[in-house]
């Protein structure tokens, strides 16, 4: 069996029948595809799962979201990304599927790289790369080498059972990732609320116990209520989201 | 250059003809290749089995058919094993022709249900004539005509009598890909044998 | 990768690719077709998308407006993405065959039995006397008989788990076996430069697994002769938007143009406009309540037990008022809810995440638990 070797593209006879190849011409650790051979490297995790969660936990204070107390529990995963060169392109594209919402913008980092000899690793789960995810671009002139990459993440999930969110912290550089977001935690809100609400409360019942009657304090407590709804609704309510 | 005689079968083979080592044409999806040459259909597996390929003709006229289907055309000898009683009910009743099976696939093949039988309870054996016209669509493996030319015998004998205690012994004597004549009306495909009418997005 | 392994050209030797979406390949070196003879092969199909990108915008922003949704969605929400994903099914079908033993019924009517007595146990009256004529003369009786199997079967069957995706499968199964007339071969580099393909995750053998044991359990003697399997897949539309800093998301089919799930904003004010005059008229009922109170111990003379007692029941009603009602007040506002896009476009306010503890949800706690209690007399 001829192959062709992705790094120097010479032509030559696999001394074995396996996956893991070195070329003899260039000495390129190549892996083994189909027809194609390419360079399966990794990024090593440099942040702990700990650290993974603090990370994720000030930038959620950052952006007002409200987390859990506590039960974040970080899953570490090493997905695949292709590498993909070209005449005049660089570019990451998933390997695997289905691809999180939040992990459709990421890039590879600039970082050490090593040989991923397709052993375990860890703390993450290996996610195998998708046969199909290669098929847009693998035939495209323009592109001249690619390789898979294995690079670790941390997924967090939370939130209600039929409607999880979802965040990722990038187990290289800790940059955080969102997907479903949980609601803004609006702390602030709450305490203006409870102001307003034992104000409303105060005001209704000073109303009702000092005024005489059934009819008279009720249209007055209800015209309280009234009066104090723009309050509570701009209180909670969240600001329109520019057009 | 052909592949080296003593070899282990390769997984992949070369689509050229048997005999005559011509390129066998065959469409995207289909398992069934034809040589024009050589009037023969091949089942691409492993083995390459090869049979002959035969038109027939429609009985009502001289249309020219719109699209020729793949059918496995089953010919062959039926024994029924039974008891005296039903022995001589199962001999007053017509016996089946030659057994046309879809060599096609359709996600709903329903349409087809009834077209074995009714084509085999045609007086006499259909008429073919030599032609080059492409039969796409050809699938399924012929592999289980056996099973279902037996099966279709046992349906036949089961409208006159219960077959509990009855069996059909089936004997294979050829097995041939028949293209049949399809006519394309405005809103319906006609089979070229029985005009029955088909949905027109069968095809 | 399934393909980890390259496949000879028997021709010249030259690596050739196991193919994905046709068993017909080339050799890359010589350049003859080959075809691959493999079990492994799947052949896949799909239903092309029926909408264009405008009918499934004016779908989508449709969807975006109602009575539990925030007024001015559809200006204020930003589309951040908009992505077809392909979501893959197993068709199976074939044939089975077979020869099912069944029982053939037949209902006898015995002319010499029937005593033509009056007789109370079958009912009272004629009726009684003409039912038990009736059961004393009919018999069933049942004999072997046998029914020649030979169909068709076709079984659907989701080939990737979509919970994560929150795409509902039983509904797509069922437009799929609605629609499967217009499902064609699928050229997979088109699909994967048209949108995502979801890896077919089930393993094949599972599917079949189940389909055939389906299919043993209609009866013995009956087994598959034939069988095809084929990949479908059916597009879906995932639309993720960001309405103020939360983001949400909804999937529409582009084969019937449904809504099929997702998740959207709700309308707070609903909220505020129960939780307001809830809170209005706690405090309505606490000043009624004082000022009843207060006359009852001033009436009694201010006798110490009067006002204890009254003190007593004051500080009772307070802390159910408060445990309670306020913190239904409070839960109506901190509550996360949001709607839940359900098949068909309906919707359902849902709870987005656990809401936060307020100050009176330890209170609250004490009460219910102390309530429950006595309800059941203090067992546990």
């Known amino acids: 069996m001829k192959l062709r070797c992705a790094q120097c593209h010479a032509d030559f006879v696999p001394e074995r029948d396996e996956a893991f190849l070195r070329c003899p011409y260039c000495h390129s650790f190549l892996f083994l595809d189909g027809s194609q051979t390419y360079k399966r490297l990794a990024l090593p995790a440099s942040i702990p799962a700990s650290r993974a969660a603090a990370l994720l936990r000030r930038d959620a204070r950052r952006r007002d979201l409200a987390l859990p107390g506590t039960g974040l529990q970080a899953q570490g995963f090493l997905y695949p990304f292709w590498g993909i060169r070209g005449t005049d392109l660089q570019d990451t594209l998933p390997a695997f599927s289905p691809v999180p919402f939040a992990l459709n913008a990421f890039r590879l980092p600039a970082s050490k790289v090593q040989w991923d000899t397709g052993e375990d690793v860890k703390g993450f789960k290996r996610v195998d790369p998708g046969e199909t995810r290669s098929l847009e671009w693998m035939d495209h002139p323009s592109i001249t080498s690619f390789s898979l990459y294995a690079v670790p993440f941390y997924r967090f999930r939370f939130g209600a059972a039929d409607s999880p969110c979802e965040a990722f912290v990038d187990g290289v550089k800790g940059t955080v990732l969102w997907g479903l977001t949980p609601p803004s935690s609006t702390i602030a809100a709450s305490r203006r609320y409870w102001l307003l609400m034992l104000a409303l409360l105060a005001v209704t019942a000073g109303l009702a116990g000092f005024l005489p009657g059934f009819w008279v304090p009720f249209i007055a407590a209800n015209a309280a209520a009234v009066a104090s709804y723009p309050l509570f609704k701009k209180t909670f309510v969240p600001a329109e989201a520019p057009k | 250059m052909t592949p080296k005689k003593g070899a282990p079968a390769s997984v992949l083979v070369p689509v050229l003809c048997p005999a005559c080592g011509r390129e066998l044409s065959v469409d995207r999806g289909d398992r069934i290749a034809l040589c024009l040459t050589c009037r023969k259909a091949t089942f691409l597996s492993r083995d390459l089995p090869t049979y002959d390929l035969s038109y027939v003709v429609p009985p009502s006229g001289s249309r020219k058919a719109d699209r020729y289907v793949p059918f496995w055309r089953v010919e062959g000898e039926a024994t029924i094993l039974a008891d005296e009683k039903k022995a001589r009910l199962y001999a007053g009743i017509k016996r089946l022709g030659d057994l046309y099976y879809p060599a096609f696939w359709l996600p709903r093949i329903q349409h087809f249900q009834d077209f074995t039988m009714r084509y085999a309870l045609l007086d006499g054996p259909l008429e073919t004539e030599p032609r080059e016209d492409p039969v796409p669509g050809g699938i399924r493996s012929p592999e289980m005509l056996r099973a279902m030319a037996r099966l279709t015998w046992l349906t036949h004998l089961d409208r006159v009598e219960d077959v509990s205690g009855v069996d059909v012994r089936y004997e294979v004597k050829r097995i041939t890909l028949a293209a049949v004549p399809f006519f394309r009306e405005s809103n319906a495909w006609l089979d070229g044998i029985c005009l029955s009418k088909l949905p027109p997005n069968l095809f | 990768m399934k393909r980890s392994r390259a496949l000879s050209c028997p021709l010249c030797g030259g690596a050739a690719s196991a193919p994905v979406d046709s068993r017909l390949t080339q050799c890359e070196y010589c350049d003859r077709r080959l075809f691959y003879t493999g079990d492994d092969f799947i052949p896949r199909m799909v239903l092309k998308p029926r909408f264009d990108e405008t009918y499934i915008q004016s779908r989508f922003f449709s969807g975006l407006k109602g ?256 445990s309670i009602g306020l913190n239904l007040a409070w839960l109506l506002l901190r509550t996360p809810f949001h709607i839940k896009v359900l098949p068909g476009g309906q919707r359902r306010i849902a709870q987005a995440s656990p809401v936060p503890r307020g100050p009176f949800t330890a209170l609250s706690g004490f009460v219910t638990r102390a309530l429950d209690q006595a309800i059941r007399g203090g067992s546990p």
């Open chain 3, 67 to 322: 009575l539990l949704l925030p007024r001015g969605l559809p200006s204020r929400a930003f589309v951040l993405q908009k992505a077809r994903r392909y979501v893959p099914f197993y068709l199976l079908t074939g044939k089975r065959g077979g020869v099912l033993d069944t029982v053939k019924e037949r209902i006898v009517q015995d002319p010499s039995r029937g005593s033509g007595a009056w007789d109370t146990q079958g009912g009272a009256g004629m009726g009684g006397y003409y039912a038990r004529q009736q059961a004393e003369r009919v018999s069933v009786e049942t004999t072997p008989d046998s029914r020649v199997v030979l169909g068709d079967f076709r079984y659907l069957y989701g080939a990737a788990v979509l919970q994560d995706l929150d795409i509902p499968g039983r509904e797509l199964e069922d437009i799929l076996e609605r629609n499967l007339d217009i499902a064609e071969a699928a050229r997979m580099q088109e699909l994967s430069s048209s949108g995502e393909i979801i890896e077919a995750t089930v393993p094949v053998k599972r599917v079949v697994q189940k389909g055939v044991e389906s299919w043993q359990n209609a009866g013995e003697g009956v087994s598959v002769i034939e069988m095809d399997v084929r990949l479908v897949y059916v597009p879906v539309i995932e639309i993720v938007f960001r309405y103020g800093e939360e983001i949400y998301t909804v999937h529409i089919d582009e084969i019937e143009g449904a809504l099929l799930s997702g998740h959207l904003p709700f309308r707070k004010e609903w909220a505020i406009l129960a939780g307001v005059p809830l809170t209005a008229g706690l405090g309505f009922i606490v000043g009624k309540t004082l000022r009843s109170t207060l006359a009852f111990v001033m009436a009694s003379g201010g006798r110490t037990e009067d006002t204890f007692a009254g003190i007593i029941w004051v500080g009772f009603f307070f802390m159910i008022l408060l």
